[in-house]
């Protein structure tokens, strides 16, 4: 849909340090796994600490993985200099959080100059079955020259 | 907007308890503190184990509060035996989440048989003042008769 | 929330005159009634011309008029020569679309240098009766300095 | 993602039926295009009738034919005598609606017995070059029993 060549060469090493400086991302026990440009994904085990009252994993903790991969993946496009804050995201839940993995794949969608769009894909991994169990739709806005906002 | 009579006089033992279940409250450190017939408030208090790359709060962490806080604003008017699932939720934010404290307060806006729409409004702490930063509707489904989901 | 005066005082004046120029409203059928800093009424008349297939207001219709009244709530804060675009949009429909005349009050919840959040309110009035049917919350963003794009 | 088989044989039908008597299709000027069971095409030709004030067209016209692409690609997998309602959408708007025709694309991505969740993709086709200009997602509702809510 639009190219998408990063403005900074530097982006896989950017977005690594940037989603190690989350401390919601340690706290919860997400990775981040594969970064391309435009293109995140982020795993979060299944435990009862993401739960919520049935056990299966909670929409707050599909939202968080799925929101820090689409602003990744809007980060990998943005020129150095620039931070990345949410301006808002929806996220349907298709299925119950059940299974031992959560897979949160972000891509954009549209990259401008102020607000990108991106969407993430996320995943339950069951007994070795991949199921799509929620969906997200944010817009990040880039923003440069604020105080203790980069990357 | 409806009538908010709770049809479970049990409501907030219900509520109370369903939360203490839900294992990414007390990962993130959350607490519920009131509880009334289709309003629920949730406290966040803000550090390192919740933030995103510019140490503000994630919006993931958020997002979680504000979901909770919406889907027992929902439970709280549901009829006993009826479990609470999230089907979708937008939060728009409208600034960082900086500050001591984040509250989340949720409030039904019509409860319906199958679906109901909550709304919650997400404060920041921040030296005494409170400000809002983020805005969630989120339509949340009743289910029954299903195992393992109650409450 | 946040003090609503507007930097523009002929604020009203512009409003109805780019809502005038709407074409959509005008094919719809839809008038601008009250029009205050950050506060705006958009009237829709109920007709077959404006249904979906069970014969109530189609949810398009609605989204439409209560997109126009987010959208000038928030330029009615904008400063002169800037323009307004939306830049997302959710909508909850609550209840069918049932009554002689839809009306939607946009009011803005947060106004931002570039981009504004607005909530919606859309109701039916049927016999004499005021009904809640449907909350948009919307991101509107103000344009500035490019060709064909004002008020 | 779902097996796409329609429940009901005569699905193209009966989604064409109910689309001819959407009133507010016919007032737009937007025509079905393509039928296929979990995917739907809409067109609508540019024009001031359909705008917003600096003459792009109309996000809730957009929104209109993007909520009905979703609602009828829902609609092509249900079983026969159910009916179906929006129960929310959102919108993005990746670029103003420019161009000659818009294009909605609407495509089921996860059907369920009561809530079926939906993506439309909408194009804008500007001297013969298609641009995506929107991305809705949906949640619609299945109804049956309900006086008057049939297709």
Same mark, same amino acid.
């Given at each position: 849909?639009?190219?998408?060549?990063?403005?900074?060469?530097?982006?896989?090493?950017?977005?690594?340090?940037?989603?190690?400086?989350?401390?919601?991302?340690?706290?919860?026990?997400?990775?981040?796994?594969?970064?391309?440009?435009?293109?995140?994904?982020?795993?979060?085990?299944?435990?009862?600490?993401?739960?919520?009252?049935?056990?299966? /994993? @909670?929409? #707050?903790?599909?939202?968080? *993985? =799925?929101?820090?991969? !689409?602003?990744?993946? +809007?980060?990998?496009?943005?020129?150095?200099?620039?931070?990345?804050?949410?301006?808002?995201?929806?996220?349907?839940?298709?299925?119950?959080?059940?299974?031992?993995?959560?897979?949160?794949?972000?891509?954009?969608?549209?990259?401008?100059?102020?607000?990108?769009?991106?969407?993430?894909?996320?995943?339950? /991994? @069951?007994? #070795?079955?991949?199921?799509? *169990? =929620?969906?997200?739709? !944010?817009?990040?806005? +880039?923003?440069?020259?604020?105080?203790?906002?980069?990357?």
């Amino acid at each position: 849909m639009n190219d998408q060549a990063p403005k900074d060469p530097d982006f896989e090493a950017r977005v690594r340090a940037s989603f190690a400086s989350q401390g919601l991302m340690v706290t919860l026990g997400a990775t981040l796994v594969r970064v391309f440009p435009g293109l995140v994904e982020i795993l979060l085990p299944a435990s009862r600490a993401v739960s919520q009252q049935h056990g299966f /994993v @909670h929409a #707050g903790a599909l939202a968080s *993985i =799925a929101d820090s991969a !689409a602003g990744y993946a +809007a980060l990998s496009l943005m020129p150095p200099g620039a931070g990345v804050l949410t301006a808002e995201f929806k996220i349907n839940l298709m299925a119950p959080g059940i299974g031992e993995l959560m897979m949160a794949r972000g891509r954009v969608i549209k990259a401008g100059r102020t607000l990108t769009l991106a969407q993430t894909d996320v995943f339950a /991994v @069951h007994e #070795g079955r991949e199921k799509q *169990i =929620a969906l997200l739709t !944010a817009t990040l806005m +880039a923003v440069e020259g604020r105080d203790g906002v980069s990357d």
